[in-house]
């Protein structure tokens, strides 16, 4: 593994390396970042950062957002879209552009970038700050290479779903940025260096807790507290709800009593689901919580909810620790049935995300699509935005072909319903998601790429098979 210690020496490196696959902190879901011969390259050690004026922080590309994130608070400042995985690379969330729970409030990774260093293809380096390159009325970016050489790189015509985040293939808008195309490419167009991200006031949170009975009832209070998180954010209303994640039954049956324990709560007796709210108090918190108790009642949630009081960060992250217990767990239940099973036995999930109103049919859709194949699953993930985590826990190598057959019934369904079956993790070297891209925007769309990368990676030296192969 290289690890260049400065631009100079990334630029070096990609300038003379035949095959190059650029990792971060190598948490990719999707296989993006597992070399198949080629030089992988580090970026952990281009790691400085450096507070801006106006609310920005330039940030080089292996910087840990957990580290980041450390900086800004000591400066009362935060940055929004931290996935759930913290330890992922500045660089790696940039390529993937990934959303947190809170995407719902402050969208996915592309919004806060302001500007970014690429290294292209042949080494040679391109500086962008949002709004200095635009595409042209015609479609295409003309982007000048080494010795004045110009590269005319045509934006795709195909339409993107409507979703509040979407990590699926190179990004197209009539007029978009330049910036935009790097942001969620994969590392197949070019090595990010280093970004200057916009950051924010760390906001106080409080983080409640809530049993819910079903599905349905879950939807529904989400429902309501984007409700009255829209009417707060109009300036009506005191409770501002940045994220609400769900844990269904199957999920909360994966917990092992410690997890419950170490949250400092009892196992909910009768629950078939859980809520995780994230409420943000700017002052007077009373008004908050009371209202957020109101949405429950309303919604006919039996039990009071367990709540982290506003500015007490440990109780926080108690509950958050609950909500990522459960990923840990099935992702054990896999690895032991690969194990004692099957070695081919595998994670088998998805990342889609529908418009917040199509959430139920989407729920009863994916468990309909396991149901009829006899799985045993569970669904997890970031109801506020519509984007919930379906994962088949295989008993059998059959069980993992039968879920990747449900999975893709699920994308057509999902794209069907205005979605997309690629929200956050990417697309990366996993044969499905590559299926998954191609039902997206048909082959059609997927040579559109095919058609970018060419012009800006001719020897298809950048993460050759991430996001689609060489050819058709
Ligand atoms: C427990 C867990 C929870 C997760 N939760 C979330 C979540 O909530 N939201 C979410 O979006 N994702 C989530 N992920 C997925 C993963 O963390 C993200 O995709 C993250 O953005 C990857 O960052 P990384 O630094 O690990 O990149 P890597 O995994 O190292 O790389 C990812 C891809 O980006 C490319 N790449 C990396 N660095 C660069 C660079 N400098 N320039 C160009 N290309 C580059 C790689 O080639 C690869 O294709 C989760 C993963 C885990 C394990």
């Known amino acids: 593994m290289a690890r260049p210690r400065d631009i100079g020496e990334l630029a070096a490196l990609v300038a003379y390396a035949d095959r190059i696959l650029p990792v971060g902190a190598q948490s990719s879901l999707t296989g993006g970042a597992t070399p198949r011969g080629e030089v992988v390259v580090s970026t952990r050690a281009l790691n400085h950062v450096g507070l801006g004026t106006d609310h920005t922080v330039r940030a080089g590309a292996g910087v840990a957002l957990v580290d980041l994130q450390r900086t800004l608070t000591a400066h009362g400042l935060y940055y929004p879209p931290v996935p ?47 709004g200095d390159v635009t595409a042209s009325d015609e479609g295409w970016f003309d982007i000048a290479g080494p010795g004045g050489q110009l590269a005319r790189v045509p934006v795709p015509s195909y339409r993107m779903p409507d979703v509040p985040k979407l990590s699926a293939g190179y990004f197209a808008k009539p007029g978009m940025d330049l910036v935009d195309l790097f942001v969620g490419s994969e590392g197949t167009l070019g090595v990010i260096a280093e970004a200057t991200l916009r950051v924010i006031p760390a906001p106080r949170r409080a983080v409640a807790l809530a049993a819910t009975q079903s599905d349905a009832q879950a939807i529904a209070v989400a429902h309501a507290l984007r409700d009255e998180a829209a009417r707060r954010w109009r300036g009506d209303g ?29 196992r909910p007796a009768t629950a078939s689901g859980m809520l995780i709210v994230q409420i943000e108090v700017a002052g007077d918190e009373s008004g908050a919580l009371e209202r957020f108790a109101q949405v429950l009642e309303r919604c ?60 139920a049919e989407c729920l009863a859709l994916y468990r309909d699509c396991f149901a009829r194949r006899g799985l045993t699953y569970a669904i997890w993930g970031h109801l506020s935005d519509g984007n919930l985590h379906p994962n088949v826990m295989p008993a059998s190598l059959d069980d993992v072909v039968r879920g990747r057959e449900a999975l893709l ?64």
């Open 84 to 130: 759930t995985f913290d330890g992922a690379f500045v660089g790696g969330t940039i390529a993937t552009n990934a959303a947190g729970a809170a995407t719902f409030k402050y969208g996915s990774t592309r919004q806060w970038v302001e500007a970014i260093t690429v290294v292209l293809a042949d080494g040679s380096l391109l500086r962008l700050q949002r």
């Open 300 to 359: 006919g949630c039996a039990g009071d909810p367990v709540v982290a009081a506003p500015g007490d960060d440990r109780a926080a992250a108690r509950l958050f620790e609950l909500r990522e217990a459960v990923p840990a767990a099935v992702n054990a239940r896999v690895a032991a049935a690969k194990a004692s099973i099957h070695p081919d036995i595998q994670k088998t999930a998805g990342d889609m995300i529908v418009p917040f109103h199509r959430m």
């Open 238 to 266: 005191p409770l501002d709800v940045a994220a609400i994640e769900y844990i269904d039954e199957m999920s909360l049956a994966q917990l092992p009593d410690e997890a419950f324990t170490r949250a400092g709560l009892p």
């Open 409 to 472: 019934e699920i994308a057509k369904g999902v794209i069907a319903m205005g979605g997309a079956p690629l929200a956050e993790h990417g697309v990366g070297r996993s044969a499905l998601k590559q299926q998954m891209l191609r039902e997206l925007y048909g082959e059609t769309g997927v040579d559109a790429m095919r058609a970018v990368k060419r012009t800006l990676d001719p020897s298809w030296k950048l993460s050759p098979g991430v996001l689609f192969p060489e050819r058709r």
